[in-house]
C-alpha cells in the first residue's frame, strides 16, 4: 500500500534522520536543474555530479563537524556509468563523491527518483507523486509575497468580461469568458489561502520572539522576519494595490448581476458544458451559480480576517515599540556613564602618563545622601507565596458595553432574518391554498426586502428550514419573466402556501 496512493512508505523518513537539510536541498536542486521545464532524461552519474557540485557549493550540509573546507576537486563525467576528478581528488573528495552517491541510492530508495533502463543506457526519471509534491515543496522555498499580486484586478477584471457578454454574443469571447470566469474563482480561493498564509507568519514570528533567549535575537527576528520579510513583502502586496476593499462592492456587485441574468447564466453554462465542467446543462447552471455565489461570500466576509491580521501586527508592533524603548532606557544608566569616563581617562594616561599623574576629569559632581531610615532601605527577600485559590470578583456593570452588546445583536438579527420572520413575511403576501410568484411580490420596506431575498435562496439551494418546510414550499423558475422593482431584480420562483387539508376539501 502506497502513502497518499502515490508516494512510497519511506517517502518522507530521509526528512526525518541527520542528514534532512543535505536531502532537501538535494532534491530541490536535482528538480530545478532536470524536472522543473522540459522533457530531461538524465543519467545517475549526471545526478550524481549535481549533488556533488550542490556540497561544494554548500559544505554546511554535511555531517556535523565535517566540513571539507574550499576549492573542492572538480569532477567530469568517464563514459557513461563513472565519475572521476579533474586532478587528484584527495581524501576529501573522495569522501564528498561518496557522500552523494550514497545521498542518489537514498533519494530512489525512499521513491523520489527511479531508474529506467532503454537498452544498455540507465536514465532517472521523477515519479507523478513525487513530482507534484517537490513542486509545492519548492514553492515553499521561494518567495511567496510573488504569488499574491494582481489577484483582486485580475478578479475584477475576470467578471467584467463575463458581464460583457450580453451586449457582444461572440462565441471566441465567450469562450474566454467561461474560462475567466472559472479561473476568477480559483483566485478567490486562493486570495482566502494568501491572507492565511500572512496570519501564520505572524504566528510564527510571535513564537520566534518568546523563544528569543535575549536582545540581539529579538532584534533579528524583528528587523528581518516582521520587517524584511512579512511587511515589506506580503504587506506591500496586499495592502497597496492589491488591497480587497479596493475593489470589493464592485466584485461583490457584478457577481450578484451575473447571477441575477438569465442570459448570461445560460451562455456561461453553455461555456462549461463545452470545456467539460458539467455534463448537463443544469449541473453546468448549477456549478455557474455555485462560482459567483462563492466569489460573493468571499469577499464579503474578509474582512474578519484582515481584523485578525491587524490585531496581530498591532500586537508585534507594540512588542516592537516597547523592546526599543526599554533597550533606549539601559543605555542611559550608571554603567554608560562609567563607561564614558573610564575611555576618557584612559585617553588621558596613554597620551601622557608623566603630564598627567594627577590628572582631574572635569566632570559634574552629584551631592550623595546616604539614606540612614530603615525605612528607606529596600525590604528583604522573602520565600514566595504560594498561590492561593481565590474567587473571581465580578465584573464591572457597563451600560455603555451593554448597549451596544445589543445594538449589535438587534442588527445582526435584522441582517439575517430567522425562519420566524421569514414565515411572517410569507404569510402576509401568500394566503392559504394561494401559490404567489415572486415577480407580483411588492417589497415595502428593509425588512421586506431581507425576508424576500432569504426566500429567493431558500428556492434557489432548495434548502428549507423545518419551520417553513411545514407550511410553503419553493420553486425555481428561471425560464418566466424575473422580479423587477426598485429595489431588486432577480429570477421568477414560486412560493405556494400550504393549510389545512380537511378544510381545503370542505
Excluded at 521561494?142 to 489577484?151: A, E, H, I, M, N
Excluded at 516597547?322 to 585617553?347: C, F, H, P, W
Excluded at 415577480?439 to 431581507?450: A, G, H, N, P, S
Excluded at 424576500?452 to 428561471?478: G, I, K, Q
Amino acid at each position: 500500500m502506497s502513502l497518499f496512493r502515490y508516494l512510497s512508505d519511506d517517502a518522507f523518513l530521509i526528512f526525518s534522520r541527520k542528514h534532512r537539510y543535505l536531502y532537501e536541498a538535494a532534491l530541490l536542486e536535482v528538480h530545478e536543474r532536470f524536472f522543473s521545464s522540459g522533457a530531461i532524461f538524465p543519467t545517475p552519474q549526471e545526478v550524481t555530479h549535481v549533488i556533488y557540485d550542490l556540497v561544494a557549493r554548500r559544505p554546511e550540509l554535511l555531517f556535523d563537524g565535517e566540513d571539507p573546507g574550499e576549492g573542492l576537486p572538480e569532477v567530469v563525467s568517464k563514459g557513461r556509468r563513472r565519475l572521476k576528478f579533474a586532478g587528484n581528488g584527495g581524501e576529501t573528495g573522495d569522501r564528498v563523491l561518496r557522500t552523494a552517491k550514497l545521498v542518489y541510492q537514498g533519494l530512489v530508495r525512499t521513491g523520489w527518483l527511479e531508474e529506467e533502463e532503454y537498452g544498455l543506457k540507465i536514465t532517472v526519471d521523477m515519479p507523478m507523486g513525487a513530482l507534484l509534491v517537490v513542486q509545492r515543496l519548492s514553492s515553499l522555498n521561494s518567495d511567496v509575497s510573488q504569488r499574491f499580486g494582481g489577484l483582486v484586478v485580475h478578479i475584477k477584471t475576470s467578471l467584467e468580461l463575463v458581464e460583457g457578454l450580453s451586449a457582444e454574443r461572440s462565441p471566441e469571447k465567450a469562450s474566454t469568458a467561461v474560462h475567466a470566469l472559472r479561473e476568477a474563482r480559483v483566485q478567490a480561493d486562493q486570495f482566502v489561502k494568501t491572507l492565511r498564509a500572512i496570519l501564520s507568519d505572524l504566528k510564527r514570528i510571535r513564537k520566534s520572539l518568546i523563544e528569543s533567549q535575549n536582545l540581539r535575537q529579538k532584534m533579528d527576528t524583528y528587523f528581518e522576519e516582521f520587517i524584511g520579510e512579512l511587511i515589506l513583502k506580503d504587506f506591500q502586496a496586499i495592502l497597496t494595490f492589491n488591497h480587497p476593499y479596493r475593489f470589493r462592492d464592485q466584485i461583490v456587485s457584478t457577481a450578484r448581476r451575473i447571477a441575477y441574468t438569465e442570459d448570461l447564466l445560460a451562455i456561461i453554462a453553455d461555456g462549461y458544458m463545452e470545456i467539460g465542467v458539467s455534463p448537463d446543462a443544469q449541473a453546468a447552471r448549477d456549478e455557474t451559480v455555485s462560482d459567483l455565489l462563492s466569489i460573493e461570500g468571499t469577499f464579503e466576509t474578509v474582512g474578519d480576517m484582515f481584523e485578525r491580521i491587524a490585531q496581530f501586527r498591532r500586537a508585534l508592533e507594540s512588542r516592537l515599540r516597547n523592546t526599543v524603548k526599554y533597550a533606549e532606557q539601559g543605555e542611559r544608566g550608571l554603567a554608560s556613564r562609567a563607561r564614558d569616563l573610564v575611555i576618557r581617562m584612559e585617553s588621558l594616561l596613554l597620551a601622557s602618563p608623566d603630564r598627567y599623574a594627577r590628572a582631574t576629569v572635569p566632570i559634574t559632581i552629584e551631592p550623595v545622601a546616604t539614606p540612614w531610615s530603615e525605612r528607606q532601605l529596600a525590604p528583604q527577600r522573602q520565600a514566595r507565596q504560594p498561590i492561593e485559590a481565590r474567587p473571581l470578583a465580578k465584573r464591572l456593570h457597563d451600560p455603555i458595553y451593554e448597549f451596544r452588546k445589543r445594538m449589535r445583536a438587534d442588527y445582526l438579527e435584522r441582517v439575517s432574518p430567522s425562519p420566524e420572520r421569514v414565515k411572517r413575511f410569507l404569510e402576509r403576501v401568500t394566503p392559504p391554498y394561494h401559490t404567489t410568484e415572486a415577480r407580483f411580490i411588492e417589497i415595502q420596506t428593509v425588512d421586506d426586502f431581507l425576508a424576500f431575498d432569504a426566500a429567493r435562496r431558500y428556492a434557489l439551494t432548495n434548502e428549507v428550514p423545518p419551520l417553513l418546510s411545514r407550511e410553503f414550499e419553493f420553486e425555481y423558475l428561471p425560464g418566466s419573466e424575473p422580479h423587477d422593482s426598485e429595489w431588486l431584480r432577480c429570477s421568477n420562483f414560486v412560493v405556494r402556501r400550504r393549510g389545512d387539508r380537511q378544510r381545503k376539501e370542505a
